[in-house]
């Protein structure tokens, strides 16, 4: 995600930075408050819903990406398997799984106490999310659907190719 250059001393909140963001990148967006945002961002393997929240007192945006799929009850104890194991190799942010509803996502705060900018923190924060999502988002599809272990599944999509064909 290239860096814009823009004025952003402008946006009250980081909010109001990344509906900018949104609009440059042509991502579908909703306000649902002042200091809320949802955004719908087309991956390779799916539509990212990410809402973003901005905490005034704390100084603080909270990011979560949510996936299109439920996990079911049967693969409860592997899914949380392999949540653990990528929440080991990853620098920023972590997958939950609401055990309640079978919802999975990726969620990561990003404190901003006393910054007067944000640009480049609010896109590095949606750039770590995306990949996230997208890098590990057949791992998760393995072990739910395919009934994969989580070190298969993660052996699976973990493969880098190297040199050309």
Not at 9 to 37: C, G, K, Y
Not at 93 to 111: I, K, P, S, T
Request: net charge negative.
């Amino acid at each position: 995600m290239a860096s814009m250059q823009a004025n952003y001393d402008q946006f009250a909140n980081p909010v109001d930075m990344v509906e900018h963001l949104a609009t440059i990148h042509e991502w579908s967006f909703e306000r649902s408050a002042p200091d809320e945002l949802t955004l719908t961002v087309a991956g390779t393997w799916c539509d990212y819903h990410v809402s973003l929240t901005w905490r005034e007192d704390l100084e603080a945006l909270h990011l979560a990406s949510a996936f299109d799929f439920r996990v079911t009850k049967p693969r409860l104890s592997e899914v949380h398997r392999v949540v653990a194991q990528i929440n080991e190799q990853l620098w920023l942010g972590h997958f939950d799984l609401w055990q309640d509803d079978g919802m999975l996502l990726y969620r990561n705060g990003l404190l901003l106490a006393g910054a007067k900018t944000h640009e480049g923190q609010c896109e590095g924060l949606i750039k770590a999310a995306l990949e996230a999502c997208e890098r590990y988002y057949q791992s998760f599809q393995f072990v739910l659907w395919a009934g994969k272990s989580a070190e298969e599944a993660l052996a699976a999509t973990m493969l880098e190719t190297q040199g050309h064909a």
